[in-house]
């Protein structure tokens, strides 16, 4: 569905895009994941018929995005990161605008489809000015739907939601994404675990790593990172534990939490959990720690570097 | 075509919902009623005093229309582009199944749609002259004032999102367009005054003020006139359709 090759673009002197190679199928939720700055936006504004690569090509439903642009917006809906709304229009004619833009044959009904669906049909006559944030996100979310496009570009579409509103746009871009190509971005790892089938992490506009979310928990985690709570004193079962075999990098933080961790293979939670028990203390809590994206982004240009570093060790 | 309509049909629906637009439109109908007034009064001190007065017609409404329009045009075009790019929806635009020259075009037409507004509602005055005098005024020359005046503002506003489109900031592409305007308007007729021939004649074409007031206020429709006024919408026209494809490309 989404084919990119070698795909560049250099704002002057700055490379925001460097030779970026991926593919999206149909059916399948990408998930972009990477810090600010990383080419995100670009390429997703590339992809959009936004602007132009430098060099390089993509195609979108076999179409060129530069040549066969108008064939291309016609089956993409794209969510910028600064949601474009009229603040001065009602969310029903703005979605009907959109609607006639798309050629839609009804598009009054279309916009109140759309509005049901993302759960605004109650707000429809209310000015867009007068929405919150969160409402505003699902208008713009429905632009983007309105003519079931199918492919989905979404720059960020959970960013400055409330929690509630976060879980209400996931669920709706998983159902949408069962049929259509859907590409978002995003900087939450969580974010990008919990709803995409493939996450591709670039930095400085390359494809660091590109995997299942699943395979790339393990395969950054490297060592599972555990944190043991009990109640009072610790610092005794702290070296308790680091006697333990197969334990490492025994931590006691200051608020009492101890942190170990151990080498992926044999799971060394129920030893623990044992000698917690025998030395009578009382257990609270004994929970895995994911790694952060922060983390997980050091880790990656930690794996990234090594080459200079270590020579220049040497 | 449809999606010129599209854009077009919005472009007008949001200027009913501008306070600059309705400004616009209320000082335009305004001082056209206050040049309205005092022909009038003219006329009535002339009926006391027993001269014969000149019969009215739609030349002073049409001259001063002209010249307000020019100078008042501009606040409306400044939007047109800026506006979107300020709110982000260029984005939305610009990744629309929509061709750049439909996008300017478009709201061309809603602007130029919408102007035709207040300036349908200043043919109540000459209307009034018409019911006032004995045997009307003169229609031609009505046809001609008001021909030249939808040419004018077609002009003005092809130039205004033309130069619109070059700026992301309102209060520049408003002082441009001014600029552009008093220039097209007084100053390019001006060399014409020290030349003679070929010289005086090319900058007499093109200065707006000698086309506008020099013909069609005074009732000579010329071919080369309408040519001129089109000429000028479809090179803001075109300037505009190219900026926004060049803001593709930085």
């Known amino acids: 569905m989404i084919r990119v090759n070698d795909l560049s673009k250099n704002y002057g002197v700055r490379l925001a895009v460097d030779s970026l190679n991926f593919e999206a199928k149909q059916g399948e939720i990408l998930g972009f994941l990477g810090p600010n700055g990383a080419g995100k936006t670009t390429t997703m504004r590339i992809l959009t018929g936004y602007m132009p690569p430098s060099s390089g090509n993509a195609t979108i439903a076999g179409y060129d995005v530069v040549n066969e642009s108008l064939e291309v917006r016609k089956r993409v809906g794209y969510l910028p990161e600064t949601v474009p709304l009229y603040t001065d229009m009602t969310a029903h004619d703005y979605l009907k605008f959109m609607a006639d833009l798309r050629h839609l044959p009804n598009a009054d009904d279309a916009a109140l489809e759309t509005l049901d669906m993302v759960g605004l049909l109650d707000r429809a006559n209310g000015y867009i000015g007068n929405l919150s944030k969160g409402m505003r996100q699902r208008v713009g979310l429905a632009q983007a739907l309105i003519h079931k496009p199918e492919v989905l570009i979404l720059d960020e579409p959970t960013i400055g939601l409330d929690p509630a509103q976060i879980l209400e746009v996931r669920h709706l871009i998983r159902e949408v994404g069962k049929e259509k190509t859907v590409l978002l971005s995003t900087h939450i790892l969580s974010e990008a675990q919990q709803m995409c089938d493939r996450i591709l992490i670039i930095n400085k506009g390359k494809i660091v790593v590109e995997d299942t979310p699943q395979n790339l928990q393990s395969k950054l985690a490297g060592a599972q990172r555990v944190q043991l709570r009990v109640r009072g004193e610790s610092d005794d079962l702290a070296s308790k534990i680091a006697e333990i075999k197969g334990v490492q990098e025994v931590k006691v933080q200051t608020d009492g939490a101890i942190e170990f961790q151990f080498a992926p293979g044999k799971d060394l939670r129920p030893d623990v959990a044992k000698l917690t028990i025998e030395l009578k203390y009382d257990l609270l809590e004994l929970r895995p720690i994911n790694l952060s994206l922060e983390e997980i982004f050091l880790e990656l240009i930690r794996e990234d570097a090594p080459v200079e570093n270590k020579e220049g060790e040497k | ?250």
Not at chain 2, 9 to 20: A, G, M
Not at chain 2, 39 to 50: D, M, R, V
Not at chain 2, 58 to 66: C, E, K
Not at chain 2, 133 to 156: K, P, R
Request: proline share 4%; net charge neutral; charged share 10%.
């Open chain 2, 1 to 250: 075509m449809r999606n010129i309509w599209t854009i077009a049909k919005k472009e007008f629906s949001q200027y009913f919902l501008s306070p600059i637009a309705y400004s616009v439109m209320f000082l335009l109908l305004v001082i056209v009623g206050i040049i309205f007034t005092i022909i009038f009064l003219q006329l009535s001190e002339g009926s006391f005093t027993g001269q014969e007065p000149t019969p009215p017609d739609s030349r002073p409404i049409a001259s001063s229309l002209g010249f307000l329009l020019m100078l008042l045009l501009p606040a409306l075009t400044m939007r047109l582009v800026a506006d979107e790019v300020r709110m982000g929806t260029m984005e939305l635009l610009l990744t629309a199944p929509l061709r750049d020259y439909e996008l300017i075009v478009g709201k061309w037409l809603g602007a130029f749609l919408f102007v035709l507004v207040p300036v349908g509602i200043t043919l109540i005055f000459p209307l009034m002259f018409h019911m006032m005098t004995e045997g009307g005024i003169d229609q031609l020359l009505l046809i001609s004032n008001y021909l030249g005046l939808v040419l004018a503002v077609s002009a003005f506003l092809g130039m205004g999102v033309g130069i619109s489109a070059l700026f992301s900031n309102q209060i520049a592409a408003l002082l441009s367009t001014l600029a552009l305007f008093i220039i097209m308007w007084w100053l390019i007729g001006i060399p014409a005054n020290f030349m003679q021939g070929a010289g005086n004649e090319i900058f007499k074409y093109l200065s707006l003020s000698e086309q506008f007031s020099g013909n069609f206020v005074r009732g000579t429709i010329s071919l080369s006139s309408i040519i001129y006024f089109l000429s000028l919408t479809a090179l803001g026209l075109v300037i505009g359709s190219t900026a926004v494809e060049i803001r593709r490309w930085r």
